[in-house]
């Protein structure tokens, strides 16, 4: 158990729909990131917060978002979905002035798009 | 722009013999490389780590070497056990961006 939650851990819905993923980071973490796994495909990097302010981004398409909140966990947006962004979306979390890329990640939420 | 790079998606190992994985670099600006590894229903897992000045790095059966001259960057594993059996992604880190870029995974499969 790396303390990282993710919820849903499955989400099934329909194109052009939206939805929202949260993620809790361990406590204590003010970093929170966001990947992405599609099929056959490695960990995207999409965005990155660290205290409520968003530190580096990634390729995000302009239909996601994402926010972090005062008591650090994060949400990510995915409006107008597409059936390719069907993938496993991560979040992780690292310790405040960590400098090394050592992450926790989170179980991952599973998105369908159909 | 694939800055770091996987070339194989797949690896055998035979239990108790050597597991090298292996990753290409573009950038030479990283700060850190790292290797994660990840079961299948799990969040990938910190492995390993070495800063981009030094060439080796040991933690019991798991050494990393890193070829800056070559940018690449190899995962020793030894000896290796069916426990291994994961999906290995080897990652780099350039601080000033504060991204963590990825490659696409190896999946090792050591054979009892």
């Known amino acids: 158990d790396s303390g990282v939650t993710q919820t849903p851990k499955h989400l099934i819905t329909a194109t052009g729909q939206r939805v929202t993923l949260r993620c809790s980071p361990r406590s204590g973490d003010l970093s929170v990131y966001w990947y992405q796994q599609s099929l056959d495909q490695g960990l995207q990097f999409l965005i990155q917060?660290?205290?409520?302010?968003?530190?580096a981004k990634g390729n995000i398409l302009e239909r996601f978002s994402a926010q972090q909140f005062p008591d650090l966990h994060s949400e990510l947006n995915l409006s107008s979905l597409e059936l390719g962004d069907s993938a496993l979306y991560f979040c992780?979390?690292?310790?405040?002035?960590?400098?090394?890329?050592?992450?926790?990640f989170g179980e991952g939420s599973r998105l369908t798009v159909l | 722009d694939q800055q770091v790079k996987q070339n194989s998606p797949s690896l055998s190992v035979q239990e108790g013999r050597i597991s090298i994985l292996n990753c290409d670099y573009t950038?030479?600006?990283?700060?850190?490389f790292l290797w994660y590894k990840k079961y299948p229903a799990e969040g990938p897992t910190f492995l390993i780590s070495i800063s981009s000045i030094k060439d080796k790095n040991e933690d019991g059966r798991f050494t990393v070497f890193l070829n800056k001259s070559a940018k690449h960057l190899s995962l020793h594993i030894v000896p290796s056990q069916p426990g291994d059996s994961a999906v290995y992604f080897c990652a780099a880190l350039y601080n000033q961006g504060g991204k963590l870029i990825f490659g696409q995974g190896t999946e090792l499969s050591v054979k009892p």
């Open positions: 917060y660290y205290n409520g302010e968003e530190r």
């Open positions: 950038n030479s600006m990283f700060d850190y």
């Open positions: 992780a979390s690292s310790p405040r002035g960590q400098k090394t890329g050592e992450l926790f």
